[in-house]
């Protein structure tokens, strides 16, 4: 665990709120980033991330220090956010989350029929991984939208590894069959 966030837990215990305000701080972007890929919902992931930052205030005391403070932190978002998408049928596409933010993946491509193509391709993407149930949903964001290793993801999630990687290779078999028509011969790489 990081030295800073060790220190600023233990000011939180000791009483200082302004403690828990700098973790809140260092942790909330990259924590919305995740949830709102899991939740496909700009508000429901706003409302989870507040949420969880409350429950981890609320169980501060009972925080073993024996993973990073960001991943017990996730944990609770991401059980959060599947919880909360179990409960609040039909979800919400990653698509209208994006049309909803304005967030657009950057480019260096000067070519309109380029950027048009890669464009297309990001939001099929988006749909396939909309398609998936919240569980493999879930494993594909933390792997391949927020780099997370697999040990990481399986504290997070409270999966055993072995159960991670049945989930992530399931996720992207599912993944690649729904994006065989979009792609046709090329691969998703190309």
């Keep these: 665990m990081v030295n800073d966030d060790?220190?600023?837990?233990?000011?939180?215990?000791?009483?200082n709120s302004e403690a828990f305000g700098r973790l809140v701080q260092k942790y909330q972007d990259r924590l919305y980033n995740t949830v709102v890929h899991v939740t496909g919902n700009i508000e429901d992931a706003k409302d989870v991330v507040q949420d969880a930052f409350v429950q981890a205030l609320v169980k501060l005391d009972s925080f073993k220090r024996s993973s990073a403070f960001y991943t017990w932190l996730y944990r609770i978002a991401i059980n959060a956010a599947i919880s909360r998408q179990r409960l609040k049928r039909p979800t919400c596409s990653i698509e209208h989350?994006?049309?909803?933010?304005?967030?657009?993946?950057?480019?260096?491509?000067?070519?309109?029929?380029?950027?048009?193509?890669?464009?297309?391709?990001?939001?099929?993407?988006?749909?396939?991984?909309?398609?998936?149930?919240?569980?493999?949903?879930?494993?594909?964001?933390?792997?391949?939208?927020?780099?997370?290793?697999?040990?990481?993801?399986?504290?997070?999630?409270?999966?055993?590894?072995?159960?991670?990687?049945?989930?992530?290779?399931?996720?992207?078999?599912?993944?690649?069959?729904?994006?065989?028509?979009?792609?046709?011969?090329?691969?998703?790489?190309?």
């Design 6 to 15: 060790v220190q600023l837990i233990d000011e939180t215990l000791a009483g």
């Design 97 to 190: 989350a994006r049309d909803c933010s304005g967030f657009e993946p950057a480019g260096n491509e000067d070519d309109p029929a380029e950027t048009l193509l890669r464009n297309e391709r990001c939001r099929e993407v988006r749909r396939a991984i909309d398609r998936l149930d919240e569980e493999h949903r879930a494993v594909i964001v933390l792997r391949e939208i927020d780099g997370c290793c697999y040990e990481t993801i399986a504290e997070i999630l409270d999966l055993p590894i072995g159960t991670v990687r049945s989930r992530l290779h399931r996720a992207r078999l599912r993944l690649r069959d729904e994006l065989r028509f979009f792609v046709g011969g090329d691969s998703v790489g190309d």
